[in-house]
């Protein structure tokens, strides 16, 4: 697609979306960057054009206009000084609580901050003054662009909306040439549902809960949150639309006294299985809480675009993909209940075959990964989510580290009826602060508190090691130490660049942790076997202070064993979807 081309199909579906999510007016003040969306408003039939000489003036004349209306106006300037010209407005907006969806034209990344004509930085040009920004990407012509620009503006309009309203800003990077070429074919648009400016009520929530109730073939996507009351509710819900529910332990769903018929826990083997991806695909699919943690299920849901895709989100966007086409934020659980009383209301007819599907391939994966890990002696590190979840007592806080370790929890760590809650520091998927995150949930949680970490992330934190004396904490510390970054081990540059790969990606260090562990009066353990390390953890479980017990791993035979387990499950999974044929 030539770029006059994909700069028609984008600024139409943006323009096309602000109209759906309800923007009947827009003000505009001439100039050549802006020129791609001004011709787009111009073509919309349900958005009314007014024309300013002043940026400054037609700020405040949106202002005004917004406030009549009580709904959100667009604001449309080119680049440099003319998006300057509307902080006033942008102040008086936001102190008022105005809606405004601010579009401001830009140069595109090449072009800044070199000199270029016209060309300031308008990144978070109004800084705290809108309640949020978003620099949109250039458009290039691929599906995921034009559906990030589309979610932009739905959700910007939503944002300007929601309680309390006011202004958000919108940066629009535009290369020459800057006249688009328009074409008549349709372009995905299609609007988007937000629910919950503050909370939603039943009322708001009908038409979501008649949407569950007429899609038979659905899933639940349950993806971390904290609130260890989602359990019951949500697979209550599944219960009655008859959806298998994909929990991440991180959810607080796929452990605990609930009823978990429904809840599956080797979804991350069986959809490395591209058969089963295809087999398994969904008419909706229904997100609670943040992004999963298991890469093959956030692959499949990009396989599954063309289901309804709804999102119960707590009050941020994770949707990468763009793929949400309801969006529901607020409290999770209360929405839960609420959709669950609707749906009881509903006359749902679930398809027993559908889930039964799911929960046979689920069960011959984990079967699978239970009987190969069993046959390993050696120190592998998926095997200590597998230990501990025979070995933990009711009432453990479990607490993984990123990279490999919350991977491996997603991966092995099968459902239990016993109360264990999940952490992980998945906000921003770092490697630093992890032991002193975990030493402050051993120090507000009453059970027994563990943490699975890596090597890197031990090193990055061991400052934090003081705190366990100074404030006489109890935990069991699993240090798996690969000596370096494993997790790179699973990554293309391993293959790649072999002979770069240690020095660039594997970073070993070489360190003895067991001086760190006597250095801040920790007790410090290297189990052989994994009897040594079971009588070991519950030894720990049982003693004051902190025990660190260490796993000393060979990162390559690691990812080696990794591939092989996850073949097997495979190859499990694909016999059986053949059976079915």
Known sequence: MEYHEALGVAVTAFVQALASAGIRHAC????????????????????????????????????????????????VTTS???????????????????????????????????????????????????????????????????????????RAVALARAFPPGP????????????????????DAAGMVVLGTVEPDERDLRPLAALLASHRRGVIVAGPQSDPKLGAPLVDLATHLGYP?????????????????????????????????????????????????SKSLQLALEAWADAVHVLLAPGNWPDPSHQARWIVQGQTVPIVQRLLSLIRTEPVQPEPEWAAYWRQLDRIARTSLAAALAQLTEPFEGRVFAELADLL????????????????????????????????????????????????????????????????????DLTGLLA??????????????NDGGGIFSFLPQAREVPELFEFLFGTPHGLDFRHASALFGLTHTQPADWPAFRSTLAAALAAHGVTV??????RQHNAELHQRLWEEARAAVRAALREGR
Do not use: C
């Open 468 to 481: 366990a004396r100074r404030h006489r904490l109890r935990a069991t510390i699993v240090l798996v130490n």
């Open 393 to 460: 007592p009711d009432g453990t806080a479990l607490i993984a580290g990123n990279s490999m370790p919350v991977r491996d929890l997603d991966s092995f760590f099968p459902s239990t009826d016993r109360r264990i809650r999940f952490f992980a520091n998945r906000g921003a998927n770092g490697i630093d602060g992890v032991t002193s995150t975990a030493f402050g949930i051993a120090a507000g949680h009453a059970g027994p508190t563990v943490l699975v970490t890596g090597d890197l992330s031990f090193y990055h």
């Open 168 to 187: 958000v800003h919108l940066n629009l990077p535009y290369r020459e040439p800057l006249v688009p070429r328009f074409s008549d074919d349709p372009v």
């Open 549 to 554: 017990i260490e796993l000393r791993t060979d």
């Open 28 to 75: 505009f003040a001439p100039g050549s960057r802006s020129t791609p969306i001004v011709l787009a408003l111009a073509r919309e039939p349900r958005i009314r054009l007014w024309d300013h000489l002043d940026e400054r003036a037609m700020g405040y004349f949106a202002l005004g206009l917004a406030r009549a209306l009580n709904e959100p106006v667009a604001v």
């Open 80 to 154: 440099g000084t003319a998006a300057a010209n509307l902080l006033p407005a942008v102040v008086e907006a936001n102190l008022s609580q105005v809606p405004l969806v601010v579009l401001t034209a830009d140069r595109p990344p090449e072009l800044r901050d070199v000199g270029a004509p016209q060309t300031i930085d308008q990144l978070r040009l109004y800084g705290t003054h809108v309640k949020w920004f978003s620099d949109v990407p250039l458009p290039d012509g691929t599906p995921l662009v034009q559906r990030a620009a589309r979610t932009s503006a739905l």
């Open 245 to 293: 529910t994909l929990a991440d332990p991180l959810s607080q769903v796929r452990a605990g006294p609930h009823r978990r018929e429904l809840v599956l826990d080797a979804y991350d083997a069986v959809l490395r299985e591209p058969a089963a991806v295809a087999a398994l695909r969904p008419e909706l699919v229904l997100r609670v809480g943040a992004l999963p943690t």
